[in-house]
């Protein structure tokens, strides 16, 4: 069975500072991969994926993520962030052909002044 | 282009009683899937629609059920309720075609506290 493990339950940083939330997954076959961001008592709002080719994904509001097959990681990075981007971030793996979506249990991202 | 609406977005039962949710597919979707975000962790599947047919299931109970109509609107039922499925329920939509998935489109979510 698939499995999504977010390495960080929190990331404290500072506002302007870079920061990398870690997602790793596990699976034998072709996936796909997802971020998405939760603000507080709001649902899910995709960030990027990933479904094939160019293993470095540019998404919405800054952020970016780099698929790496041989390490099954797909990290999501963002070089400078504002206190907006105060939120839950979870990390999904859906397998090729299949539409469920298995998520990580979230990092929760505080940007502080 | 809609989102994925979902009604209503804050309810409370009582422990047995039955509840249904509602969720309206973003335009041009075919499947729906429904998701459980119990406080704390990451949404869970609970099973998805596709043509009206249920098209794969998570590990929950028969007493979760749902059905799937022709303008890809959707429902999920919930029997008997128990204590441990307050949550919110996420409703997602999707245009799947031959096993290519083209990203999926979340609703705010029903908060469902049960007593």
Redesign the interface.
């Known amino acids: 069975a698939q499995s999504v493990t977010q390495l960080d339950s929190q990331v404290p940083v500072f506002e302007e500072a870079p920061v990398e939330l870690r997602c790793n997954y596990s699976s034998s076959v072709s996936v796909y991969l997802f971020w998405y961001v939760q603000y507080p008592n709001q649902g899910l709002q995709l960030l990027l994926k990933y479904l094939s080719g160019s293993t470095l994904v540019k998404g919405i509001n800054g952020f970016e993520a780099e698929f790496n097959k041989s390490q099954t990681s797909f990290h999501l990075r963002k070089p400078s962030v504002h206190i907006s981007d105060t939120a839950e971030y979870f990390c999904a793996v859906a397998q090729g052909g299949s539409e469920k979506l298995v998520f990580g249990k979230g990092t929760k991202l505080t940007v502080n002044p | 282009e809609t989102g994925?609406t979902?009604s209503p977005t804050h309810l409370i039962k009582t422990r047995g009683q039955q509840v249904t949710l509602r969720c309206s597919s973003q335009s041009g979707h075919n499947?729906v899937?429904w998701?459980q975000q119990a406080l704390?962790?990451?949404?869970?599947?609970i099973f998805?629609y596709?043509r009206e047919e249920e098209?794969?299931r998570?590990n929950f109970p028969p007493r979760f059920s749902g059905l799937q109509f022709p303008n890809y609107s959707s429902e999920l039922n919930v029997n008997a309720l128990e204590l441990d499925d307050s949550a919110l329920y996420?409703c997602?939509s999707?245009l799947?075609a031959t096993?290519v998935?083209y990203?999926?489109?979340?609703?705010?979510?029903t908060?469902l506290t049960v007593v």
């Open positions: 994925v979902q499947t899937s998701y704390g962790q990451g949404p869970q599947f998805q596709y098209n794969g998570g996420l997602a999707s799947w096993g998935v990203g999926y489109t979340f609703g705010s979510g908060r």
